[in-house]
Structure formats: C-alpha cells, structure tokens
C-alpha cells in the first residue's frame, strides 16, 4: 500500500513554543490530506483538511491560528502548533488517499508541551 | 456521514475467530464501509472495505447483511499480535479516499494466551 511519513514521530516542547509537523506522501501524490488529533484511549478527532494550493478547512472549534497548516506540494503537508501549552499534548495523525483505494495514515506524532 | 455504533472492548483468546460488529443505521447508498486497525501510537492501518455482501482478504472477511444497516468484521484465528482498537467507518463516495473519515468510539479487543 502507499506510504505516509510523519517527522517528527515524537516532540516535546516548552510552554509557548511552536512546532512544526510534517505529513509527507512518500509514493503517490495528494491534493488533500487530514490532519487528526488523538488524546489518550480516545478515537481520532479530524481537525482539518489541508488543500494543496488553497487554505485549509478546519472542522468546527478548531483554531485556525493555533494550528496553521500548508500544503506546500503534493506530497507535503504540515501542521504547526503555535504558541504550544500543555493541553495541546496529544497524539497528531495525518492520512492521505491515494488514488482509487483508500486512505492511508502516517505513524503519528506525539507532542508532549512542558 | 453515518453514524456508527461498535462494541467497546472484546476479549478472546489466541486460535479463535473473533467477530466485531458495527451498526450503521443511516447508511447512504453510495456510502462504502471500511475497518481500520490501530495499535497503541501508531497511525490507524487499513484493514479491509466493501459495499455489499461478502469481501475477504488475506487478513480479514467483512459481511455486510442486504440492508447495510450494519457489517461484521471476522478475524481467523487472531493471536496475541490481533490485540488493537478497530475502527468501523462509513463514507461517501466510490471509495472513502478522497473524503474525510470520522472514527467513531472504535472496539478495544483484546487477544489472551
């Protein structure tokens, strides 16, 4: 199947801070890709739908300052985490389709804010 | 986008067949049914998709009743290795690709010795 990175795979960072993630489709080309959220024994929480050339969609109650997003490419995605505090700790997933199959995720990123 | 409904937690034991069901009651007519795999910080993996009826891979068989109000994933013979949270999703579309995906509470099994 396709294969979606994530760098960094885990982050820890000072009280307001930012850091940057990065979603890359490593074999197929994507003009969308998701950007999920996942808190401890909880399901994934879209937050958004980057748009390669065009501003992102953010999903109701998602800050779109706080958490801004580039689709630089077509393979490239990401999510910086502005001003970081520790309620922002929290595992960030992105996925990608790819072509007529399904979506594909990344390993995840785990960010712990300090 | 459907709603769907899973069991929390499951437990078994390894060699056993283990069936999860999903019900999605307000499923569409071009919605898709996909179950997804996800172990403990890892992203989710595809496991297996269909429309109707019966589809088998070589991980899993998915069964899909003729009203689609619901779908049941099989797994053969789990191990120790089958012990994840498995996620039932519904979507628009041909495929679910190009559409975003909403997970709901997702089923924690757990596979014993």
């Known amino acids: 199947g396709a294969v979606v990175s994530q760098h960094p795979s885990r982050v820890i960072c000072k009280s307001g801070t930012s850091v940057k993630i990065e979603c890359r489709s490593l074999?197929?080309?994507?003009?969308?890709m998701f950007w999920y959220r996942q808190f401890p024994k909880q399901s994934l929480m879209l937050m958004a739908t980057?748009?390669?050339?065009?501003?992102?969609?953010?999903e109701q109650g998602v800050e779109k300052d706080k958490f801004l997003i580039n689709h630089a490419s077509l393979t490239l995605s990401t999510l910086t985490v502005t001003s970081a505090h520790p309620e922002d700790s929290s595992f960030y997933i992105c996925?990608?389709?790819?072509?007529?199959?399904?979506?594909?995720f990344g390993p995840g990123t785990r960010l712990t804010v300090l | 986008l459907a709603k769907t409904t899973q069991p929390i937690s499951m437990d078994s034991y390894e060699g056993q067949e283990v069936n999860i069901t999903c019900s999605h009651n307000?499923?569409?007519?071009?919605?898709?049914i996909t179950w997804y795999q996800q172990f403990p910080s890892q992203g989710p993996r595809f496991i297996i998709q269909?429309?109707?009826t019966k589809v088998t891979n070589e991980v899993a068989s998915l069964f899909i009743p003729a009203d689609r109000k619901s779908s049941t994933l099989s797994l053969p013979r789990v191990s120790l290795s089958d012990t994840a949270v498995y996620y039932c999703?519904?979507?628009?579309?041909?495929?679910?690709?190009?559409?975003?995906?909403?997970f709901g509470g997702g089923t924690r099994l757990m596979v014993k010795p």
């Open positions: 996925s990608a389709p790819s072509g007529a199959d399904t979506q594909y």
């Open positions: 074999d197929f080309q994507a003009t969308t």
């Open positions: 980057s748009n390669e050339g065009s501003k992102a969609t953010y």
């Open positions: 307000n499923i569409a007519t071009n919605d898709y």
């Open positions: 269909g429309y109707k």
């Open positions: 999703l519904v979507g628009p579309g041909t495929n679910n690709a190009g559409n975003m995906l909403t």
